[in-house]
């Protein structure tokens, strides 16, 4: 093999291993930790406008945060935390525009559509920035 061949497979393989799909994640408490860093936790919520929701996180097996605007709200699951898993689709389910406790959110495969399990979310904890110190 030549030395462009050579030069070009290193490139092509180093762009292979350092891909976003390949680097390594967060444990899931330090996940937790950069999205609730820096701001207050507020009280705990029965519900949150679903339409109103920008993004949703689905942290491995603890957690699934919502955000609205800048608030994070962070949903410790009440029942079958073991299913959320951040390579899944979150489907949630409910009867009206609101996301509240004891609704359920299905986890499903990205590529084959299969149902991989699901939880029961619990209350909703808001975080909100930090009030700026004077």
């Known amino acids: 093999m030549s030395t462009s061949a050579r030069l070009l497979f290193a490139l092509a393989l180093g762009a292979f291993v350092t891909s976003p799909a390949w680097a390594r994640k967060d444990d899931p408490a330090t996940e937790l930790a950069k999205l609730t860093e820096g701001r207050v936790a507020g009280k705990p919520q029965r519900c949150i406008n679903l339409p109103s929701v920008t ?45 509240c406790e004891l609704d359920t959110v299905k986890m499903v495969d990205r590529y084959g559509g299969g149902l991989r399990g699901f939880a029961i979310l619990g209350p909703f904890v808001p975080y909100k920035a930090a009030p700026a110190k004077p």
Do not use: P
Not at 77 to 91: T, W
């Open 55 to 99: 993004d949703t996180r689905v942290i491995d097996k603890t957690t699934v945060v919502y955000r609205i605007g800048n608030i994070n709200y962070v949903n410790q699951v009440k029942s079958g935390a073991s299913a959320l898993d951040d390579d899944e689709i979150a489907v949630t389910h409910t009867s009206g525009s609101q996301l």
